[in-house]
């Protein structure tokens, strides 16, 4: 017998991989650029030439039994420190290689955090709408995922309702700031007031209480806007980064986990992230790909191009009469459905060759979910077929 639940997972259908290869079919019947297709979150900028340069570096210049040989299971120690170093000169901390645990994207640094400091039973809170994977990860950890929506005037923070969800079963919370799907980054008051939360029921509780920071997005920002640094705000911070989307290196799964020092027996809980990575098979990250982070750790995300997405997509949506939140960070628009059932209003949208996500996917309700990292001729060629898609609710 197989197991019931993962083949469950393996079968169910997911509405953005549907969306996506519909997409795939419809452009091989009337011409790609007939399909405006923004579903996926794929980046459509071109890793920076750094890469490609410390690719063909690596490859001419190391032996081949070194360059694709085993790492330690942690990642090669000049790596961690390059990055280490890097966040010290961008936050003003103290991190070292024994800080950090090399990862295969920010999926694998998920899991290893829910991993590492859950008992089963244990709540995470998510702030909805969310990355619809955090449920599947936080459920394979036998733990509960308890949903809190983020405020329904700005998709920020919603504090009060955050302090009420957390019990004694809480083990710890993620946040994602820049956020997929919404856009928002949370601003320092509001991270310095959950941190408050936190420790207060930290206290009330007598255990810790993990903030997950899931930071893929970190660098993609607009108009200069600051991201700040979590752990600056709570001592109890997990940061979980990938270079899948600031670098666009999505196919060669790259990441980690920070364990800050600030964190409550910081040394235990990076032995149990170094344990999770074990017990999970996440162990010694894509080595090539750790060495060209550690020549390009300082490389700076092109976000030019996504920035001008951003303004045609949202500007265009806007003027055509669509509610949306303006996005201040990651590659993706929130739109209000143009009916209360956003599923049907997704299907209705591709009668159109629109293939947008309904918001059901990320644990909300009548929203729907553009990826603006496309190119610029897919935004701007596709706002006659937004319009008309309006005029037929106008109608
Ligand atoms: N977290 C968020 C919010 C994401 O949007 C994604 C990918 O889209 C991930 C995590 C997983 O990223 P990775 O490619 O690094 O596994």
């Not at 360059?67 to 090669?76: C, D, E, K, N």
């Not at 979590?230 to 980064?241: A, I, Q």
Request: glycine share 6%.
């Amino acid at each position: 017998m197989i197991n019931q639940h993962m083949y469950e997972l393996g079968s169910a259908p997911s509405a953005i991989r549907e969306l996506f290869a519909y997409g795939l079919e419809r452009k091989a019947q009337i011409g790609a650029d007939k399909v405006f297709d923004f579903s996926l979150g794929n980046p459509s900028i071109p890793a920076p030439k750094a890469v490609a340069d410390a690719l063909i570096d690596l490859v001419s210049t190391v032996p081949a039994d070194k360059l694709h040989g085993y790492t330690p299971a942690q990642g090669t120690p000049a790596v961690r420190t390059a990055i280490a170093d890097s966040l010290n000169r961008r936050f003003r901390t103290e991190y070292t290689a024994a800080n950090l645990y090399m990862t295969c994207g920010a999926a694998a640094s998920l899991n290893i955090c829910f991993n590492a400091i859950s008992n089963p039973g244990d709540e995470f809170i998510v702030v909805a709408p969310y990355f619809p994977e955090y449920r599947v990860w936080i459920e394979n950890a036998k733990c509960t995922c308890v949903e809190v929506l983020a405020r329904e005037d700005n998709f920020q923070l919603d504090l009060a309702a955050i302090e009420a969800a957390i019990t004694p079963a809480t083990k710890g919370m993620v946040i994602n700031t820049p956020n997929n799907p919404v856009g928002s980054v949370y601003p320092a008051s509001d991270l310095a007031a959950l941190g408050s939360i936190l420790r207060k029921k930290e206290l009330e509780y007598g255990h810790a209480i993990y903030l997950i920071a899931d930071e893929p997005y970190r660098e993609i920002v607009y108009d200069g806007l600051d991201v700040p640094w979590v752990p600056g705000f709570y001592e109890n911070t997990l940061v979980c980064y990938s270079y899948s989307k600031s670098l666009s290196l999505p196919g060669e799964r790259i990441g980690y986990v920070l364990v800050p020092q600030t964190a409550d027996d910081w040394q235990r809980v990076y032995a149990a992230v170094a344990g999770a990575g074990r017990a999970l098979g996440f162990v010694c990250a894509p080595a090539i790909f750790q060495s060209v982070i550690e020549r390009c750790v300082d490389e700076p995300s092109d976000v030019a191009a996504y920035k001008e997405n951003r303004d045609a997509l949202y500007g265009g949506l806007t003027e055509l009469g669509y509610e949306c939140v303006a996005p201040q960070g990651a590659f993706y628009l929130w739109v209000r459905s143009l009916e209360p059932d956003a599923t049907a209003f997704a299907e209705r949208a591709k009668a159109h060759e629109l293939l947008i996500v309904p918001s059901d996917s990320f644990g909300a309700k009548g929203w729907v979910r553009l990826g603006y990292c496309v190119s610029h001729d897919t935004i701007v060629n596709s706002l006659p077929a937004f319009a008309e898609l309006k005029a037929e609710y106008d109608a």
